[in-house]
């Protein structure tokens, strides 16, 4: 059976959960998450849950299960240990007409709960129709690591200026084409530094240029740490997957390089500073996102910190991150 996905609006919507336990800990999260008004029969609440009731964050139905709790509810989760039970109220809740989840049979569920990696607005939900969740845990895992926090902000930049988009891009593939530009642009760079401002007026000037005139790309000043790949931080291997073209200094282990995307181009960088500076501002101006890398902590210490300010005067969108030098030093090229 292939499960049709579909995001629901619970907002301010009643949803009824039978059991307190861990499971339902988690659901009940999601779910108040989403504002959904939250209704908990069980016999007996976890801490967590105890406490989210006595802050007035969810009501507690007593006594015996009563079949018209289900009234005007949109959707039942069924989380208590005991199958019996929770089959019995899936039945129930499906002869009304009403989604069901039922948290150990995936089989009688109408409604089942992915995995989420949450940058809201923005969600990725992983699913694997009850196959195997775990799996779909180990999927999320791996792309929390991938997708930045600063997405989020991103999404609702596009969706604060939608009407300005619009307007500016009347026909579809026009507007397709700026998106992809704008998504590859230096707006990103400049969110996930935490520099809103900036990333709105980047934002505004990209709506405003002419299509063929706009060719910003963006530098990252990349501190590569002790050498061992395995101590390059989240921020700098994100940046490293993305970069179309990587300047990597001489003396770098090349265990770290093969850490960056397979297809990027790779040039040595110029021992002189003059030279160097000109082949980074040449291929972000050209559109590129480009990585400089060099071992260390090195862009936020002398005399390479100077950079990024001699980036930015030449109107290069210019990021730094930091290296981390706990590990022991590495020999180049090991
Ligand atoms: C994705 C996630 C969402 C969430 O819950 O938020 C989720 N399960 C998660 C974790 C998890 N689930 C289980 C363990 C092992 C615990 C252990 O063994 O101790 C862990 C790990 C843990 O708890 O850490 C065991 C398990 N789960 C189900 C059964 C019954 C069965 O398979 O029939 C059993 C066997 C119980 C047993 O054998 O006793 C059933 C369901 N679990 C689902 C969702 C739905 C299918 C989703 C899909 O397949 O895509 C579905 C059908 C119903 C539903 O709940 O909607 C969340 C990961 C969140 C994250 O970290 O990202
Ligand atoms: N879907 C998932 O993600 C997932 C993950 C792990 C386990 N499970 C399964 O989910 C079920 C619940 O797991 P848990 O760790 O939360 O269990 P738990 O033992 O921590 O909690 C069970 C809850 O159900 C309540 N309960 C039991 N019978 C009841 C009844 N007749 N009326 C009212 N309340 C009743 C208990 O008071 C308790 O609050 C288990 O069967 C487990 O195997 C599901």
């Known amino acids: 059976m292939t499960l049709f996905p579909l995001l629901a609006d ?5 949803v009824l959960v039978v059991g307190g336990g861990e499971v339902a800990v988690r659901k009940i999260e999601a779910l108040l998450r ?19 009731l006595e802050q007035g964050r969810l009501t507690r139905l007593d006594g015996e299960f009563d079949p018209a709790w289900l009234d005007g509810v949109w959707l039942l989760v069924a989380a208590t240990d005991d199958h019996a039970f929770n089959a019995r109220l899936a039945e129930q809740a499906h ?43 180990r999927i999320r895992e791996r792309l929390e690591i991938e997708l930045d ?3 989020g902000d991103f999404a609702t930049l596009f969706a604060r200026h939608r009407d300005a988009i619009r307007k500016r891009f009347p026909a579809l593939p026009q507007r397709r084409r ?49 050498g061992d790949p395995g101590s390059l931080t989240l921020k700098a291997l994100r940046v490293l997957n993305q970069a179309d073209v990587l300047v990597c200094d001489p003396a770098l282990p090349a265990a770290v390089i093969d850490m960056a ?58 990021e730094v991150i930091a290296g981390v030098c706990d590990g022991p030093a590495r020999a180049p090229g090991a």
């Open 261 to 318: 995307r397979r297809d990027a181009t790779r040039l040595t960088a110029p021992q002189d500073r003059e030279a160097l500076v000109e082949l980074l501002v040449r291929h972000a101006g050209n559109a590129m996102r480009v990585a400089y890398i060099k071992a260390g902590d090195a862009f936020r210490m002398a005399p390479d910190s100077a950079l990024r300010a001699v980036l930015e005067r030449r109107n290069v969108v210019c």
């Open 149 to 151: 926090h600063s997405l």
């Open 34 to 52: 989403a504002g959904a008004r939250v209704r908990v029969h069980a016999r007996a609440l976890d801490p967590v849950l105890q406490g989210w």
């Open 10 to 14: 619970l907002s301010g919507r009643p």
């Open 178 to 226: 700026w998106f992809d530009r704008v998504i590859d642009g230096p707006v990103s760079v400049l969110l996930r530094n935490g520099r809103h401002e900036d990333a709105e007026r980047a934002f505004r000037d990209a709506l405003e240029s002419d299509r063929d005139d706009d060719n910003a790309g963006s530098v990252a000043l990349v501190g590569a740490g002790d």
């Open 95 to 137: 002869a009304r007409g009403l989604w069901a989840n039922v948290v150990d049979d995936a089989q009688l569920s109408s409604v089942q709960i992915p995995a989420v990696v949450d940058r809201a607005p923005l969600q990725v939900a992983i699913s694997s129709g009850g196959a195997a969740p775990m799996l779909a845990r």
